[in-house]
């Protein structure tokens, strides 16, 4: 599976910004995908993240009523709407998909093993 992230950029604070994740390969089998971002000198976190299957979604507290993740199932694609941005949302956004069993939607990196080449976000005035 290959996962390809699009869709960042440089906005001002209050602004808004569609991610797109492309999936291509042997998707078939494909279970959750999630939003992670990195800033600089920090850990990788988790954003948002999916089911494939069904669409329930889960949402970090830091971002839960302004991004929205969604997904098309016939364009293998999946989307984050980052709405009222901040500049504490200045991060590489990577996306992250999981073909295995999930009775969650995790959280932690080490559940997905595949990953896309990531998208910067940069917010600032």
């Known amino acids: 599976v290959q996962l390809q992230a699009s869709g960042g950029g440089l906005v001002q604070p209050g602004d808004s910004l569609r991610l797109s994740c492309a999936a291509s390969?042997?998707?078939?089998?494909?279970?959750?995908m999630a939003w992670f971002r990195q800033a600089p000198g920090k850990e990788r976190e988790f954003v948002a993240g999916?089911?494939?299957?069904?669409?329930?979604?889960y949402y970090a507290d830091s971002v839960k009523g302004r991004f929205t993740i969604s997904r098309d199932n016939a364009k293998n694609t999946m989307y984050l709407q980052m709405n009222s941005l901040k500049p504490e949302d200045t991060a590489v956004y990577y996306c992250?998909?999981?073909?295995?069993?999930?009775?969650?939607?995790?959280?932690?990196?080490?559940?997905?093993?595949?990953w896309g080449q990531g998208t910067q976000v940069t917010v600032s005035s």
């Open positions: 390969g042997r998707t078939f089998n494909t279970n959750l």
């Open positions: 999916i089911r494939w299957s069904g669409g329930s979604t």
């Open positions: 992250a998909a999981r073909m295995g069993s999930a009775v969650v939607i995790f959280t932690t990196l080490a559940h997905y093993a595949y």
